[in-house]
């Protein structure tokens, strides 16, 4: 199939740079592609078919000619398959038949990539909730992290977290009133990627839902709190230790997290808020003691303990956490749950940390499936074409 490749030019703002297009039916879709070019880094390769399967012609996205050309560096196909191929850092499948790169050389290529890359990334509790959930979804979204675009829940809830940060690092100085949280938020959510349509839906349900949370807690709320703290990495020894393969050499498990609020009960002594913009769970919900729950957000505060118990000499004491939810219940009542996380919950938790980090880095989920269908991630695995052991 041929191909031709534009390139854009380094250190270019491409959301700045694309010229003004009238808005359409394929809004999202031109969203999604803008979403994708401001994720690079350095610059962004854009590859299209001039054929189809069928040797049909084809005619690249429309998206593609609203760049302004001086950005735009067109490479011949033969240029740009060279320079993937150098800037490939994994190997899912040589063709046959040679043989699987899951055995030999390619084998340990594929554990000594996956090994540097977790030992980089460490493991945060949605990375491993994601794995305990599904390993593949861990591998792309958490450990090979691809570029995807927020979805409008996801940029509704970044838009809430950051304007609860406004207005927490604010209240110690001064308290400015809800309007100022509702603008913070309104600014916020400007800044995200969402169609004017969804916009408008979501600054109505955002303004109502955090009006209504700060005229329920206003009047009682701790604001000796720490916001956003970010813990960029921990080092849990692990009884077994993960054992390199190459090198034989035992590493620890580089633990991170961001913690919505940190609020300071006495002395160091604190609790740690996590403030969610789904819709309220039960207790029993949150804990994971329903059919329908998974424990996620209970797992998360216990991995907030271990990672307090072990950041800077354990200068915070962790007495307790507490999910607080922004949205309210159908009858408008807003709900919070608080729990006292035991040191036994850390130490079960410490062991499955264990577990997931030898199957991550020993590849062992290498070969599990299951019978989801239409599943995006073992989507991508057949579209990569991950061979079996
Ligand atoms: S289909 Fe694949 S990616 Fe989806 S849940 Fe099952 S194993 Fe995970």
């Not at 940029?155 to 950051?162: D, E, F, L, N």
Request: net charge negative; aromatic share 10%.
């Amino acid at each position: 199939m041929k191909k031709e490749s534009k390139k854009i030019e380094k250190e270019k703002d491409a959301s700045a740079e694309i010229r003004s297009a009238p808005i359409l039916a394929d809004e999202d879709e031109r969203r999604l592609f803008y979403v994708a070019l401001t994720r690079a880094k350095e610059s962004v390769t854009i590859t299209y078919a001039r054929e189809d399967a069928e040797r049909r012609e084809t005619l690249p996205s429309a998206f593609i000619d609203e760049i302004k050309s001086e950005l735009v560096e067109q490479l011949s196909t033969e240029k740009s398959e060279e320079k993937f191929k150098e800037d490939r850092g994994f190997q899912f499948q040589s063709t046959s038949p040679q043989p699987s790169p899951y055995q030999g050389e390619g084998e340990n290529q594929n554990k000594a990539f996956v090994q540097e890359l977790f030992d980089k990334q460490g493991l945060s509790p949605t990375a491993l909730n994601n794995y305990l959930e599904c390993p593949w979804k861990y591998f792309y979204q958490n450990l090979i992290r691809i570029p995807s675009a927020p979805t409008i829940h996801q940029a509704y809830g970044i838009a809430v977290h950051a304007s609860l940060q406004d207005l927490f690092s604010i209240l110690k100085k001064e308290d400015k009133g809800k309007s100022f949280l509702l603008d913070s938020f309104e600014g916020h959510l400007n800044r995200q990627f969402v169609s004017e349509r969804d916009r408008a839906s979501l600054l109505e349900k955002g303004k109502k839902s955090l009006g209504g949370w700060y005229d329920t807690y206003s009047d009682s709320w701790n604001i000796n709190v720490l916001t956003e703290m970010r813990i960029n990495g921990i080092s849990l020894s692990l009884d077994t230790g993960l054992r390199r393969y190459d090198t034989g050499e035992i590493n620890d498990v580089r633990l991170t997290g961001v913690l919505d609020k940190v609020e300071f009960i006495e002395d160091n002594i604190v609790n740690v808020v996590d403030y969610k913009t789904g819709k309220p769970k039960t207790r029993n919900d949150v804990m994971g003691n329903t059919k329908s729950s998974n424990g996620n957000y209970y797992r998360q505060l216990v991995f907030y303990k271990l990672l307090l118990t072990h950041f800077n000499d354990g200068a915070y004491s962790m007495q307790s956490g507490t999910i607080d939810f922004i949205e309210p219940d159908e009858k408008e009542n807003y709900h919070k749950e608080t729990f006292e996380i035991s040191d036994e919950e850390v130490s079960e938790l410490t062991t499955t940390i264990q577990r997931v980090a030898d199957e991550i880095t020993t590849l062992a989920f290498w070969d599990k499936t299951c019978d989801e269908k239409d599943c995006e991630f073992c989507g991508l695995r057949k579209l990569m074409r991950v061979s079996s052991r």
